[in-house]
């Protein structure tokens, strides 16, 4: 499985005086079972940019391949290349309509012209993989909490059994607990499926805790993209484009400063804590 960009732009306006490059010469590979994270200033291009990577809008230049094929080519199934590159939308609960949960994650797969009994058995382990207990299947959607809407919204999506799963800011407006339960379910959804994941987000910590690649966007074009480490040690680099690194990050800078031999390269806070253990372990200060 290989999705694939090259060279691609896409202007808003084209041929009027309010014209805009949303995104400009992109050129990405994104592979098997990997975990990506997306991140950029608002206004930077990311949405336009996922929405380009399964079809939903047409690049102004430049092209989009999957294994090789140009999804805007004629007679490329787009209906069915969805079914392979899922996108869940911000605040994707909004888009819940079904009078049950069930029927409501049944929805996907049957618009992809499976019958209802495949349908039910697709969405039933999607359910399952986000942790909906199966008591909560004929309940309306819109009686659950928002971090239930959240992960049923999800799993209408992989019912469809994507091999990309692109989440754009999958944990907005959650509290910290329905937040690390939506990530923590995202994560193991990636180890059980081998699904490749792209997790858009505005949270520095985050995407240094959960991916392990990580592609910064700026002003429409690709400035970074590499491993979580070699991405958040341009501390400066990011602020200039109104980004940061993960707050841990700071806090170790600052006891490094301070005189406390803690090293470099802590992105997590358990990562933070074994550097500064060992440091007092040492005696070191």
């Known amino acids: ?24 010469d992109v050129n990405l590979v994104i592979s098997d079972n990997e975990f990506i994270g997306l991140i950029g200033h608002t206004g930077s291009g990311k949405s336009t940019l996922i929405q380009h990577l399964n079809g939903l809008l047409k690049a102004t230049s430049g092209h ?4 090789g094929n140009d999804i805007f080519s004629e007679g490329f199934d787009r ?27 049944c929805f996907g797969p049957k618009n992809l012209g499976l019958s209802e009994e495949e349908a039910k058995v ?52 959650l509290d910290p607990k329905g937040r690390d339960e939506i990530l923590d379910s995202v994560s193991a959804i990636r180890r059980e499926t ?52 993960p707050a841990i990050s700071y806090i170790m800078r600052d006891l490094k400063d301070a005189g406390f031999n803690v090293g470099d390269g802590a992105l997590t806070v358990k990562e933070a804590a074994d550097k500064i253990l060992d440091n007092f372990r040492r005696g070191h200060v």
């Open 1 to 24: 499985m290989e999705l694939k960009t090259q060279n691609l732009t896409y202007e808003y306006d084209t041929g009027t005086s309010y014209a805009k490059k949303a995104i400009e």
């Open 64 to 67: 989009v391949y999957w294994n």
């Open 79 to 105: 209906r069915e290349f969805r079914g392979h590159v899922g996108l869940v939308f911000q605040y994707p609960e909004y888009q819940l309509f079904g009078t049950d949960v069930l029927k409501d994650v």
């Open 122 to 173: 697709r969405a039933k382990e999607a359910l399952a993989l986000v942790g909906i207990d199966e008591k909560l299947f004929k309940s309306s959607p819109f009686e659950l909490s928002g971090g239930q809407k959240r992960r049923v919204a999800i799993a209408g999506v992989l019912a469809m059994r994507p091999d990309i799963l692109i989440l754009d800011e999958p944990t907005a407006g």
């Open 194 to 245: 081998g699904n490749t994941v792209i997790l858009v987000s505005h949270s520095m910590d985050d995407v240094a805790e959960y991916v392990d690649r990580v592609i910064v966007i700026n002003k429409g074009r690709i400035e970074f993209d590499g491993i979580p480490r070699d991405i958040f040690s341009r501390i400066e680099e990011l602020e200039e484009m109104g980004l940061s690194a």
